[in-house]
């Protein structure tokens, strides 16, 4: 009887608490559904003019929204935001801060009743300079966007027309798009051809355009796209050659002329066009980039002529333009690293201050696609007839607010095409003439990682990864800039790998202790009451569950910190210890360029052989030695994974050969004892 009725107890126990268990979750449930229903009707726009809606810090416009922006102090402006140029939902955002011309210190969408005579004047200059900009920006996009056809009822652009339009024919076009052509014509000139806008039909080739983004596959070069490489086929020589001849690239007053009458503006295509079997292609400008930064600056002028100070405007992240920060002092920019992304949070690598400037941005690291091993990215360079492969992966330069951001996007595609040796004339040139800094990520053949610019050192913002990164332009004995080939990264003072390894092992020996700990105190109870024993079992499968949970979360945190640290190939090296325990660089390869440097000047004697076999690169190291003759020969794979690998060597038992596994991730080595070479991943 009392066993009955303990069990019965036990169970109405049960039941009891089994039941407040599930009116805790429905609880748990039903708040959860009233904290997302209030998110949502506090970010709902539902906004008519004077009429106060559910969120008093938010307005939706036509094509555009505004929102309050606070310190803690309160309401100090209002942002904008739009999405712009044809279908590629480019961002442009917009801030405007109080200063002498304005006071921003009211929620954008507060009913007019709530405000006073002067905010009410102010919410509706906001909102009707807000409508104006969007309007400003549509009608640049409608000159110059290459899509816009006529298909979707939109009217044909000036840049559209042009594109049709065959050699000796003339095509009236907007003052706007005559002023960027005339810009591009400038920069053209300047740069001595790096930038120019007339390689899109190379642009196009290689997949980087609107049309190729929508994959509207019609015109007999178009590739399919490969889901599973994520990249496209090499485009055939025959089109790389023909839209890459200098006078179907030819961007000169000659080839391209400007002219203007009675307040009309007109270009006229003087280009013959390609022939590729039978078939005709006529050249074609794009004038995308330069929109955005030609964006900037007619906002940047909006605001001039209305006395407003306090302000930044981004055009796509890539074409900004600064002037005073809310407290009427400077802005700090942080470029982002370009060789690390993390699905939370990308890490900056350097920045400056800036006040009252125009800065515009390019990379190479963004819109790209790798086909055998080899990336290939937006920015051509129109005299190889591809994709440029200069090691320079990101750029920005900071120019005085008198420097068109029109210019700057121009500019920095030009220095992205010409390379390390030609940025560095540029700063004792271009760059110094005009007042303009630049900060540049470029990588090494042997995967270094630099940053070039012209700024002191101590100038700069330093980011997240700045140490990472070999400072690598000086100042000679003349004053002028220079490339520093000897600088190095500074050696990183510490390492967190072995603390995150440590904490893992505490956390493991922990979740151990608590299972054994448990296994006692079951025993003991086991001993000492065998009812309670039964009601108290050591292990109850919601603790077994838990116990599995915490280990599964310890081996995911351990996948997700150490499976990060793995990464493809980048560069390959190869260093002989034969004469020091620092090595000398005998070789080295750029995977993502397909592109070697052989170290023939070397102290040990080594020659070195480079043969190329569909996407194999064979490298043969060899010398004669005490009257003996050394080799090694390493073969590099290029593919989707890529891969090094020993495949013959002097020695008889060939250890580098037979003991050592093909290197497919960076940091690891093959080591050919006898000849002392030892071959690195990166």
């Known amino acids: 009887m009392f066993t009955l009725r303990y069990r019965l107890l036990i169970l109405f126990k049960n039941v009891k608490m089994s039941l407040l268990m599930k009116k805790a979750k429905l609880l748990t449930i039903l708040i959860a559904l009233i904290a997302v229903l209030s998110l949502a009707s506090a970010v709902m726009p539902a906004f008519a003019e004077d009429v106060s ?48 011309a304005i006071t921003i210190d009211f929620p954008i969408n507060q009913a007019a009743d709530n405000l006073t005579v002067t905010q009410q004047s102010s919410q509706k200059y906001l909102i009707n300079l807000a409508t104006e900009i969007n309007k400003y920006i549509n009608g640049i996009d409608g000159f110059a966007n290459t899509q816009y056809d006529g298909t979707d009822g939109t009217p044909l652009s000036d840049i559209y027309r042009y594109n049709q339009a065959k050699c000796g024919e003339t095509v009236e076009i907007s003052e706007p798009v005559y002023n960027m052509l005339n810009t591009a014509r400038q920069m053209y000139i300047a740069t001595n051809g790096a930038f120019n806008p007339a390689v899109y039909r190379l642009v196009d080739l290689w997949g980087f355009s609107s049309r190729t983004y929508r994959r509207n596959g019609n015109l007999p070069y178009d590739r399919v796209w490969d889901n599973k490489t994520y990249g496209y086929p090499l485009p055939d020589e025959k089109y790389v050659k023909a839209f890459s001849n200098p006078s179907f690239t030819d961007f000169s007053e000659d080839a391209v002329k400007l002219s203007s009458s009675d307040g009309k503006f007109y270009v006229t295509k003087n280009v013959q066009a390609a022939q590729v079997d039978g078939e005709t292609f006529e050249q074609w400008l794009d004038l995308g980039g330069i929109a955005k930064g030609y964006v900037a600056d007619g906002i940047r002028e909006m605001f001039k002529q209305r006395g407003l100070t306090r302000f930044y405007v981004d055009a796509g992240s890539s074409s900004q333009t600064y002037g005073l920060n809310y407290d009427g002092g400077d802005y700090v920019l942080l470029t982002y690293d370009p060789y690390k992304k993390d699905f939370l949070y990308q890490p900056t690598v ?28 937006h920015i051509v360079d129109g005299s190889l007839g591809k994709p440029a492969q200069t090691g320079v992966n ?18 920095t595609t030009a220095l992205t095409v010409m390379g390390r040796d030609r940025v560095v004339d540029f700063m004792n040139g271009y760059l110094k003439d005009n007042g303009i800094k630049v900060l540049l ?29 070999a400072w690598s332009v000086k100042v000679d004995d003349n004053g002028n800039f220079v490339y520093d080939a000897s600088a190095k990264a500074p050696v990183k003072s510490e390492s967190y790998t072995g603390w995150i390894i440590a904490l893992g092992v505490v956390l493991a020996l922990l979740v151990v202790a608590v299972i054994v700990v448990h296994i006692v105190k079951g025993r003991k109870k086991t001993a000492n009451n065998v009812i309670n024993a039964k009601r108290d079992k050591p292990f109850k499968i919601g603790d077994v569950g838990i116990y599995l949970a915490v280990v599964l979360l310890i081996v995911v945190l351990f996948a997700v910190i150490f499976g990060a640290e793995t990464e493809q190939i980048r560069a390959v090296q190869v260093v002989d210890f034969s004469n020091s325990d620092e090595g000398e660089l005998l070789f080295a390869y750029n995977v993502a360029r397909n592109e070697w440097v052989v170290y023939s000047e070397n102290s040990s004697g080594w020659n070195i052989e480079v043969s190329e076999d569909g996407n194999d690169i064979n490298v043969k190291f060899y010398r004669t030695k005490d009257g003996k003759e050394q080799y090694n020969v390493m073969t590099i794979t290029r593919g989707v994974e890529v891969s090094v690998k020993m495949t013959d060597a002097t020695c008889s038992d060939k250890d580098c050969v037979y003991n050592f596994p093909p290197l497919t991730v960076a940091d690891r080595a093959i080591v050919c004892s006898p000849s002392r070479i030892k071959v690195i991943s990166q």
């Open 53 to 100: 809606s559910r969120n008093i810090y938010y307005y939706q416009g036509q094509g555009f929204d505004l929102q309050s922006v606070s310190d803690s102090n309160g309401i100090v402006g209002v942002n904008y935001r739009g999405l712009y140029f044809g279908g590629s939902g480019i961002e442009v955002n917009v801030r405007i801060y109080s200063d002498e």
């Open 350 to 377: 350097v920045g400056a201050h800036l006040l009252n400037a125009t800065v515009s941005s390019s990379g190479q690291y963004e819109r790209k696609y790798t086909t055998d091993g080899v990336q290939y990215s």
């Open 394 to 411: 990101s750029i920005t330069i900071i120019a005085p607010q008198n420097y068109s951001a029109t210019m700057g996007d121009c500019l």
């Open 441 to 469: 990520t470029y990588e090494t053949v042997d995967g270094g990682k630099q940053l070039l610019s012209n700024y002191d050192k101590s100038e700069v913002v330093k980011g997240d990864t700045f140490d990472e990164y």
